[in-house]
């Protein structure tokens, strides 16, 4: 019987403190209760979550409080699918803008049986560091350090060293932009999923110059530029671009190159 | 006062054995000249000559933009090859004066003739040494027409003359004190016209007991001998630091926002105040300089006392290149301790250049960097007071608001110290460095945000 008792008296003690304490939170959830908009749990569902900080906010919920509060544009979040901003517009109301998918491209090929070691660097392990400390480790003066200084910024590990050279992998980028903000040398640009064809070196130099100091760098003689039927190719200095507006890609500025510095892709 | 030394600081070998005992050797070079337009703190200096003009010795061929800038002077007559970007000892790009170098050295009219300068007033001076193109040239280039114009002249109450020459292998300041301790002490007269309420020191480490005797004769000659005096030193690495060296004379301490104006004091190197006496009497630009080149693996150490704008191999090749057997593992632009390693040699000496270093494999051996062992010898080493080991461990995680706020670490000077201690061989100065011009970047963004 004692224990029966016993039992009891627990069991009582502990559902009377729970009823007070669940009615005492509840009070105190109303009592200090923060009004939120609304649609801010909305935008972030619909971003990716992945809280890379390409967009220059703190993770995906401090964008979407920006967004939902209007101190940033719907299309802040820079990998967005089309999908998800046309979500995040309606959800703000604004015009759902296009969606180009974009990935990271480094613009130096010259690894290391391309361009041959000047010193040897025995200091930090980053690009940045080597930069500064004035000599360039290769012979070319503008090409990849190569001490991966994005492969570590990368939130994606869709960048990777090899050969004496960054290369990213496509499928895995998603066209943040955070390698391009970190390098040095200023290598790695944001270009089109889509893109037929890009240059593959940043040697602002012609001809001999770059000739000296690496086997595949672009001479700047500008027969791609002539070639194109389209004129999507022009020159910026010594170093050919591309209007991807214009590009068909055709390819045939890869064919014409006599460096093979201009790649082509199959997507 | 008669404080010896500073806080902190470390005892390298000092390695003058190599050039100390080597005369200046008078070489006029051969080969092309380049003049960089940016050899100084603050704007670059803006060309006034074009490709094919003809200039002679002495000859402004860019003139200073503005009030912090400096003319750059042809050390050298000859025809303008080229306005182009040319490299540099730093490694970068800068756009350079070339000039094909006819060998003639014909000067301007009126240089060299020596003239009274007793009667100049101040601001006339001031007006000479800008012309001249005179800058500090003991590593900084800071002009010095600006460091002579403080904000409030009346409370300057000691020039130092900058003899103290710490880094290790460099001798140019060593050589000169001893040649031409006459030029200095007169130079130091000048300055001390400039600003009467102040003494002057000549500051010379004890390591170089030849120079300091020189200057003390030379002192004893001039007729302001009661306001001049030689400060010998104790020989420690960074006593040539602006900081050190004032904090050592005056017991005063500036932070690295102040000017050393700001701590009632104004620091020349030696040969900064040889060649403001050269400009006042002689009416000569700044056209040459003391350049050491001195290494272990060396044929013939040598102090040239030579053109600014000679190429370095040019000098290199002069005094004989490595000795038989031996072969140079690496090539510093200045000394051990703060100088730049160099790729290669064909770039120009510049005003504030005063060395190469050459040395060989044995010197260099690289020993593998190891986690910090927490010894805290940096701490002791960091003639500032900061502390290395805790600016590293921020550096390194990127957490520059406690590096630049908790840790002062923009206050560092990169004297290098603390990496010469480290046991664990941890490049200490690399992280700083980086941090120092990621936080300085970083300013630069949000100043052109607003």
């Known amino acids: ?267 | 006062m008669s404080r010896m030394t500073f806080k902190g600081g470390t005892h390298p070998n000092d390695q003058k054995q190599f050039a100390r005992d080597n005369a200046f050797v008078h070489y006029l070079p051969k080969g092309e000249m380049v003049f960089p337009i940016n050899q100084h703190i603050g704007k670059s200096a803006n060309p006034i000559v074009k490709k094919g003009d003809a200039v002679l010795a002495g000859q402004v061929i860019a003139e200073a933009d503005g009030f912090v800038s400096s003319n750059i002077i042809s050390s050298c007559s000859g025809t303008v090859k080229e306005v182009e970007l040319r490299q540099t000892a730093a490694g970068t790009m800068a756009m350079s004066i070339v000039i094909d170098n006819d060998g003639k050295y014909n000067q301007v009219d009126g240089i060299g003739k020596e003239t009274d300068y007793s009667k100049l007033s101040g601001s006339e001076i001031i007006s000479k040494v800008k012309a001249a193109g005179i800058v500090g040239l003991g590593g900084a280039g800071f002009p010095t027409h600006v460091k002579l114009s403080p904000k409030n002249p009346a409370g300057i109450h000691h020039i130092l003359a900058n003899g103290a020459e710490c880094e290790p292998f460099i001798t140019c300041d060593d050589r000169l004190m001893r040649e031409y301790s006459d030029d200095i002490v007169k130079g130091m007269e000048i300055l001390l016209t400039l600003f009467p309420t102040a003494e002057g020191d000549i500051v010379i480490e004890k390591n170089k007991p030849e120079a300091i005797e020189a200057m003390k004769k030379a002192c004893a000659a001039s007729p302001m001998s009661d306001k001049i005096k030689v400060y010998p030193v104790k020989t420690k690495y960074p006593q040539g630091g602006e900081r050190s060296i004032i904090s050592v004379v005056t017991g005063n301490h500036y932070k690295s926002t102040q000017l050393p104006a700001d701590a009632g004091c104004i620091v020349d190197n030696v040969s900064t105040i040889r060649a403001i006496y050269r400009a006042v009497a002689f009416n000569e630009p700044l056209m040459e300089k003391g350049f050491t080149i001195s290494g272990d693996c060396l044929k013939q150490p040598t102090n040239f006392f030579t053109r600014i704008g000679v190429s370095y191999q040019e000098l290199f090749d002069e005094c004989g290149g490595c000795a038989e057997g031996k072969e140079a593992a690496k090539l510093i632009s200045g000394g051990p301790m703060m100088g730049m390693a160099m790729a290669n040699l064909e770039v120009p000496v510049q005003k504030a250049h005063n060395a190469l270093t050459v040395l060989g494999v044995d010197e260099v051996a690289s020993v593998p960097t190891t986690a910090c062992l927490r010894c805290g010898r940096c701490n002791a080493a960091c003639p500032l007071g900061l502390i290395p080991q805790y600016m590293a461990d921020a550096a390194v995680r990127k957490d520059l608001a406690r590096y630049e706020n908790d840790l002062y670490g923009l206050e560092c000077i990169a004297c290098g110290s603390c990496t010469y201690v480290c046991p664990a061989k941890r490049p200490l100065v690399q992280y700083f460095k980086t941090a120092k011009a990621e936080i300085l970047l970083e300013r630069k963004k949000q100043q052109e945000a607003k």
């Open chain 1, 1 to 267: 019987m004692d224990a029966f008792l016993a039992i009891l008296i627990a069991v009582v003690t502990v559902t009377v403190l729970g009823i007070l304490i669940g009615t005492a939170l509840v009070a105190a959830s109303n009592k200090y209760h923060v009004e939120t908009d609304p649609r801010e749990e909305k935008v972030r569902n619909n971003l990716p979550g992945n809280n890379c900080g390409a967009c220059g906010f703190a993770g995906c919920d401090a964008v979407a409080a920006a967004i939902a509060a209007g101190k940033a544009p719907a299309d802040a979040c820079p990998i967005c699918s089309q999908e998800a901003l046309d979500k995040i517009s309606e959800v703000m109301g604004v015009a759902a803008k296009e969606v180009i998918p974009m990935e990271a491209y480094v613009h130096c090929a010259g690894t290391c049986g391309h361009v041959s070691q000047k010193i040897n660097y025995v200091g930090i392990q980053d690009c940045r560091a080597a930069v500064l400390s004035g000599i360039s480790i290769w012979e070319c003066d503008y090409g990849c350090v190569g001490l991966g200084t994005c492969v570590k910024e990368c939130p994606y590990n869709a960048i990777s060293v090899k050969d004496g050279v960054a290369i990213v992998n496509s499928k895995r980028c998603v066209g943040c932009g955070k390698c391009a903000a970190v390098c040095p040398k200023g290598l790695i640009s944001l270009e089109r999923k889509d893109k037929k064809v890009a240059v593959r070196c940043s040697n602002p130099n012609k001809g001999t110059a770059v000739k000296n100091v690496c086997s595949v760098g672009c001479l700047g003689c500008s027969i791609c530029t002539k070639k194109c039927p389209t004129g999507a190719i022009y020159m910026n200095g010594n170093t050919p671009m591309i209007n991807y507006s214009k590009c068909i890609g055709c390819g045939t500025c890869a064919d014409v190159c006599p460096r093979g510095i201009i790649n082509r892709f199959d997507n």
